[in-house]
């Protein structure tokens, strides 16, 4: 009954305000594959309607699960199963309620995790309350109800990823002790792990760290002999965990073919723009892991700096008082805390290796650690046994403090969307009182998903005025702004423009100065406007 209450719980927050905001970048990519769509529709290079723009937003009669694996594939660096079943999903839902369903989908798998990740604890510590445990925080986890809030595939990842460790606790288990049932049926999960393995893949690529990280830890055993007493390097056991790491190599290697093609893609140039450093990574690691049980309303562009750096302290003092509580390396606590503590810091490991050897920076986005919570989430509800046993009080007291920290998430004041098109579109209603045009330089998808998120929003509150979007893709013999100048040659003042992540140097050092014959315009000091998550901006008015 408690767990019962604990995933009822977990989804009414998760179904919270899902239909408030509009699709940001990502979530229009979901939508326009998952109805096998293609960007490719949009026209490029010159003034089109807002109608042509979200068109790919719009369902069609005639694409099927074969439009949406062609696009997807040829258009994406993503895996297709998610984008498959989401297809099947929304057929169910009317045009009106793509979005809603799309993150309804998300959202019911963010759900599941709460009654799997109690079978794990169940399973892995053999103790009712620390299943009970686990089962509350990732109810109320802010990240888990981050992810599951949008219309992506990470929750069925992470729904993945605890199959996955369920079938890693069943080898452990069969490892340490002779008698165990999971020997009795060493081939069952086996097959299990590998078929986990291989779904998880094709939902999306880093779950291959799953695997990966467990493959590590078995392997730093194997090489000492044991895993907390002696265990012969030839036990039939290791026999099932060698088949299910081949089994899962394979699974993996299916897709290099696909990998190859999007190797020097540039929808992951993100990852590896800028100066990396040394301490923003370590930062945004640490502050990853910390919203996993525990987050408080920060969001810079909407709270004082002092309501920031008060708040971060508080935040700082309650983390102290954890880590006193939990006693996390305690000697007394079970071996299989130690063992998911060597997963957690593997997982580590490798996250920051990555990033700083390869220079692609995995910390940049806190959605590319979901393989990491539900582990995570086992250590503190371990530490949180011993914790109910001699100071109660103290838990129910993080249990408040976690209910706000979901709360702060669904109210949009912490864990902001990537790119809040909704407050921009507020400011282009409340700002241009005559036609509009918004620009952008395109690259790929992305660019046209961010201005999709914006004229989602102006048709959602019907502003008045008449819209106008422009792509400019730049080619060697034409600069951004040169396309926008001749476009803006065709239309009588007045009008605004606004200018949206645009990059006028991209090509060359030319500058990308306007045409002659362009309209002299009036430009907004930027420090009158305020800023936005996700987008750099300018207002430039034509009277």
Known sequence: MRLFAWFLLGLVLRCIGLGTLPPWTDECATLVFSLGNSFLEVPLNEFISPQQLLEPLQRSSTAGLGDVWQHLMSESTHPPLYFLLNHLWLQGFPQEQLLWASRAFSALWGALTIPALYGLAKRSFASETVAQFAAALMALSPLGIFLAQEARHYTLAILLAIASFYAFTLAIESLIHSHSPARQWLWGWTFLWIVVNGLGIAVHYFFGLVPLIQGLVLGKHWLQGWLHEPIPRTAKPWRGVGVAAVGTAVTGLVWLPVWGRFADSDLTDWVTDGDLGVFPPLGRTI???????????????????????????????????????????????????????????????????????????????????????????????????????????????????????????????????????????????????????????????????????????????????????????PKPSYYPTDILAQELQNIPPPFDVWYINFHAHKLGDRGGQFDANEPIGQRVPRHQLPKINGYRYDLVRYR
């Open 287 to 473: 502050l990853w892991l910390v919203s996993m049980v525990l987050m408080a309303p920060l969001d810079a562009l909407v709270f004082p700096l002092w309501w920031i750096v008060i708040t971060g302290l508080v935040l700082l003092f309650i983390l102290w008082k954890l880590w006193q509580l939990l006693e996390v390396f305690a000697p007394h606590h079970p071996p299989q805390s130690r063992i998911w503590l060597e997963v957690c810091l593997v997982g580590l490991f490798l996250f920051l290796g990555i990033t700083y050897l390869t220079g692609n920076d995995l910390t940049l986005a806190p959605r590319f650690f979901f393989p990491l919570l539900p582990v995570v989430i086992l250590i503190l509800a371990s530490g949180l046994e011993s914790a109910w046993k001699r100071q109660p009080k103290h838990v129910y007291i993080l249990a408040g403090i976690a209910l706000l920290g979901s709360l702060s998430v669904v109210t949009n004041f912490s864990y902001l969307q990537h790119h809040r098109g909704d407050r921009l579109a507020q400011v282009i209603r409340q700002t241009s009182d005559v036609p509009v045009v918004l620009a952008t330089t395109h690259k790929h998808h992305g660019q046209t998903g961010r201005l999709q998120s914006i004229a989602w929003d102006l048709a959602k509150f019907n502003f008045p005025h008449p819209q106008m979007f422009l792509l400019a893709h």
